[in-house]
């Protein structure tokens, strides 16, 4: 038989789910909160590529690996929306991109991906910021758009 305590703890936490599941809906739905999706295991890639789709929409396929990113530089027109897949060769490492609000983690053996539209001309580093060994601080690469 259920404890009248235990009942208790089990509505409210069920009445807190709810609310961050509707936020999180709202988030997604209302307010355009891009949430990282984590792709399940499907043989992921060995090494970086970019792949055009059309004039201005790609794939980069972000191969991380002690201490450096695969592809190094990517060179993107203005305005262009990317898809970034990602994932690691050997440790765990970080995937943060400079002013882009773009965060995610490189898992061997794991794919994750995120979205992002590169409407101002700059360059954009990418930078590791997990640690991952004795290479880590110069773990860097370079996302420059600079065209039409
Ligand atoms: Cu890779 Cu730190």
């Not at 450096?68 to 765990?92: C, H, I, M, N, Q």
């Not at 370079?142 to 065209?147: K, P």
Request: aromatic share 12%.
């Amino acid at each position: 038989m259920l404890d009248k305590f235990e009942g208790r703890i089990i509505f409210y936490t069920g009445i807190l789910l709810s609310i961050f599941l509707v936020g999180l809906i709202y988030a997604v739905t209302e307010r355009n909160v891009n949430v990282p999706s984590c792709i399940p295991y499907d043989k992921p890639f060995t090494q970086g590529r970019i792949v055009q789709i059309d004039s201005n929409t790609y794939q980069v396929f972000y191969m991380a690996k002690m201490w450096a990113f695969d592809p190094a530089e990517v060179r993107l027109p203005v305005g262009s929306k990317v898809d970034f897949y990602l994932t690691s060769g050997d440790v765990v490492h970080g995937f943060m991109i400079n002013t882009k609000n773009i965060n995610m983690a490189a898992i061997p053996g794991a794919l994750n991906k995120t979205s992002a539209t590169f409407d101002k001309p700059d360059i954009y580093r990418v930078t590791c910021n997990e640690y991952c060994g004795a290479g880590h601080q110069s773990m860097q690469s370079e996302i420059i758009v600079n065209y039409k």
